[in-house]
């Protein structure tokens, strides 16, 4: 059973960044989903082999999800950070083409990290 490991999170006031970091890598598809207390589980940004990517409107402009080969690990980059954006953030990998939006589809998933937003 593959576990993916994330890092990076942790607090920060609004207008700040952070950079979460997620290994290994290198399936087909590799995402960011976060879920807040009291939500559903949301898409935040996918990346595909090809270097596709998808994000949601809520962070566009704002995250940036890139991954590095040779590390084996994929990154979000996140800017502009607001109190919204609080929640537990997930990476999670696909063997096969991936959709942002549905999340059950991806096979591996890691523990998550926690960013707190304050404004």
């Known amino acids: 059973q593959v576990q993916l490991v994330e890092s990076g999170g942790g607090s920060v006031q609004a207008g700040g960044s952070l950079r979460l970091s997620c290994a290994p890598s290198?399936?087909?598809?590799m995402g960011w989903f976060r879920q807040a207390p009291g939500k559903e589980r949301e898409g935040v940004a996918v990346?595909?082999?090809?270097?596709?990517?998808t994000y949601a409107d809520s962070v566009k402009g704002r995250f940036t999800i890139s991954q590095d080969n040779a590390k084996k690990t994929v990154y979000l980059q996140m800017n502009s950070l607001k109190p919204e954006d609080t929640a537990m953030y997930y990476c999670a990998a696909r063997r096969g083409y991936c959709y942002i939006s549905r999340s059950t589809d991806f096979d591996y998933w890691g523990q998550g990290t926690q960013v707190t937003v304050s404004s």
């Open positions: 990346i595909r082999v090809t270097g596709s990517t």
């Open positions: 290198g399936y087909y598809c």
